[in-house]
Structure formats: C-alpha cells, structure tokens
Nanobody, 125 residues
Framework: QVQLVESGGGLVQTGGSLRLSCAVS????????MAWFRQPPGKDREFVAY????????SSADSVKGRFTITRDNAKNTLYLQMKNLKVEDTAVYYC??????????????????WGRGTQVSVSS
C-alpha cells in the first residue's frame, strides 16, 4: 500500500520560511519522480514543483521560482519543499504526489496517481 504523508505546515508571517516534508512508503522511492502541488482556498489545485527520480531535473511554477526549492533524500524516502520569503498568496493546502509508474515524468496533474492528504500552510500579513 502506497502512502504519502506530508508534514511541516503551519502559520507564519509574510517573509517567513517553512520546510515541508513528505514521507513515502509502499514504493521504491528512488525510482519515482515526485512533485508538490497546492490548493489555495476557493481555487483549483495547482502545480508547485517537480523533481526527477535522480534529482538532476527540477522545475517549479513561476509564482514560486527563486523562493521555493524541491529536494529529495532517497535514503530516507522523503521529499522536501523549502519555502522562503513566504507571501500571503502562498496560503494553501500543500500536497505531495507520485505517478503510477517509475522513471516517467508526468506531463500534467492527472498523471499523478498517489497523493498525500495535505498539510496546511497559512501566511499572515
């Protein structure tokens, strides 16, 4: 049974930092690409950042470039999202996700099969 469990969310002020973690079990984490998504209140879920299974390729949404960094520790089966200079508009539930198949790079959100339950990030002004 595949499980993704996010942690590290919380309430911070504008300009603050948080590091989210996603503990993965039930699959060979080291050969799966991973991604972070978020769902702001009242809006659709949106892409935040992607990392290949080797960690050599990363990408992120324009709205978080230069502020958020996605990394992974394959020895710990854990995905991370370091968030700096947080803004009010970063307020959302953050989810980690994995595709159904190993090695592939999903083209869109619908190609991610496994999802965590999310962790709330709230940024106050």
């Amino acid at each position: 049974q595949v499980q993704l469990v996010e942690s590290g969310g919380g309430l911070v002020q504008t300009g603050g930092s948080l590091r989210l973690s996603c503990a993965v079990s039930g699959l060979d984490f080291s050969i799966y690409a991973m991604a972070w998504f978020r769902q702001p209140p009242g809006k659709d879920r949106e892409f935040v950042a992607y990392i290949s299974y080797t960690a050599r390729i990363t990408s992120s949404a324009d709205s978080v470039k230069g502020r958020f960094t996605i990394t992974r520790d394959n020895a710990k089966n854990t995905l991370y999202l370091q968030m700096k200079n947080l803004k009010v508009e970063d307020t959302a539930v953050y989810y980690c996700a994995a595709p159904k198949d190993a090695y592939i790079r999903p083209k869109n959100q619908s190609e991610y099969t496994y999802w965590g339950r999310g962790t709330q990030v709230s940024v106050s002004s």
